[in-house]
């Protein structure tokens, strides 16, 4: 038995070291600007909620399979939260007195389910969620499918790459009780079905669909109704599709931004009547990357006052994988812009000053702790992927001056330390700046 610790984190979380985080981090940050710039406004809640929160309206699979658990020194029950809708819905109900509606936040929470680790699955993600309350306006839906094309185009994505597939949970009921033929309480059982049509072979989902009652003239009227695509609606009543944001929203010019799709269901019960998935296009990564939909009356949990909501979480681990099957990621950025060296011990404190410099004009700048060749010091500051190296040197610090080169050309000057800052920023083509 090994005498240390192990080093891999827990099955189905990550370590992220700072090149990876680098992509990371400049991909969250063209989200986010695309987001703020519909006026949405960033929020947190807290990652232990009430366990009962959960098992009110979240999906029978992420309740009984799934939620990471426990039990506090006062016998209360919580979860790890699996995911930031419950809690957004609990914080808006709790601050309704004070909001002004609609409300449109976003979050980027860290979620944990207890998952079998595999491609697009893992035990700790994080998801950038957006949300709207307040409003039963079909303006929601467009909003929110032309924020989702938005948000792919930031990220490189060309319409060619994904597709973004809706439904009606309305629609949905009509078409399993009026079309197919099924009773009322089954439909629950049957939606699941639905949900899992593209997931399993024709003949497990036939035994499936004889185990919660179905006959086969009721299977094979299913399965001609769920790829009949739009043709189906001619055959709900009028008084249900007038009823249907998502028809209004298919009968405008926002019709366009998406496919009607009969098996997108979605598999929590919050949802009340829109539902969506976004899908890759290509082959090596046909799934979905993300959804979402309308719960009207999710808040109704912890308030009495109806405040509908519409909104869709975007995990990472899905998007990184549509990014890399695309090649549409990033190289990391580099660590540092600048290096100011020292070439001895007494110069440090010189060094140290120049440093803080630069770093008052915004410009990254790292010291080496230890004194080293300055060649070695010079390679190390280029594998950092810093522009820029200060060389503090006796004769020059002496003399009032210090050595600027410019790592990509070779080309130095001489400049005194107060000019340093104004020298740098010229070269990394960062515009004027303060000292």
């Given amino acids: ?140 839906e467009i909003e929110f499918f032309e924020l989702i094309h938005d948000l792919m185009a930031a990220v490189g994505a060309t319409p060619d790459m994904w597709v973004l597939r809706v439904n009606d949970r309305v629609l949905l009921d009509a078409m399993l009780t009026g079309v197919v033929g099924i009773a009322p309480d089954a439909v629950r059982d049957v939606a699941g079905l639905v949900d899992r049509w593209e997931k399993y072979p024709a003949d497990k989902l036939a035994e499936d669909a004889a185990a919660i009652g179905l006959t086969d003239k009721q299977f094979d009227r299913l399965g001609e109704v769920l790829t009949g695509g739009r043709a189906v609606l001619d055959e709900i009543p009028a008084e249900v599709r007038e009823r ?36 890759d296009n290509h082959p090596d990564n046909r799934r979905s990357l993300f959804g979402g939909g309308r719960y009207d009356n999710l808040v109704g949990l912890y308030s009495a006052q109806r405040i509908p909501g519409f909104g869709f979480g975007m995990g990472d681990v899905t998007l990184f994988d549509f990014l890399g099957t695309h090649s549409l990621l990033s190289e990391p950025r580099a660590e540092i812009d600048a290096v100011v060296i020292a070439t001895e011990a007494e110069l440090a404190d010189p060094a140290r000053t120049v440093a803080k410099g630069l770093r008052g004009a915004g410009v990254r700048t790292s010291t080496p702790l230890d004194i080293r060749k300055l060649g070695k010091e010079i390679q190390r500051a280029d594998r950092s992927g810093a522009r820029v190296v200060v060389i503090v040197g006796g004769n020059d610090w002496a003399a009032g001056t210090v050595t600027v080169r410019d790592l990509r050309t070779g080309d130095q000057h001489q400049v005194t330390p107060a000019d340093v800052p104004a020298r740098v920023r010229d070269l990394l083509e960062l515009g004027p700046g303060t000292a």
């Avoid at 710039?37 to 309740?63: F, N, W």
């Avoid at 979620?111 to 697009?120: N, V």
């Avoid at 799709?261 to 899908?279: A, H, K, M």
């Fill in 1 to 140: 038995m090994s005498q240390f610790l192990p080093t891999a984190p827990y099955r189905g979380t990550r370590d992220f070291l700072p090149a990876e985080m680098s992509v990371r981090t400049q991909v969250f940050e063209r989200l986010y600007e695309v987001i703020e710039r519909y006026g949405y406004q960033r929020y947190d809640g807290p990652i232990l909620e009430p366990v009962e929160i959960y098992e009110a309206k979240s999906s029978r699979e992420i309740v009984e399979q799934q939620l990471y658990t426990l039990t506090d020194r006062g016998d209360r029950r919580l979860a790890l939260r699996p995911e930031m809708t419950p809690s957004v819905a609990r914080i808006i109900a709790g601050n309704a007195g004070r909001l002004q509606f609609p409300v449109r936040w976003y979050s980027h929470p860290n979620c944990h389910r207890y998952e079998r680790p595999q491609r697009g699955r893992v035990r700790e993600h994080w998801q950038v969620n957006v949300d709207v309350f307040g409003s039963d306006s079909a303006a929601c």
């Fill in 244 to 279: 249907s944001k998502l028809v209004q929203v298919m009968d405008s010019a926002a019709g366009e931004l998406v496919r009607f799709d009969p098996l997108i269901v979605r598999g929590f019960d919050y949802y009340t009547s829109t539902v969506f998935e976004v899908f």
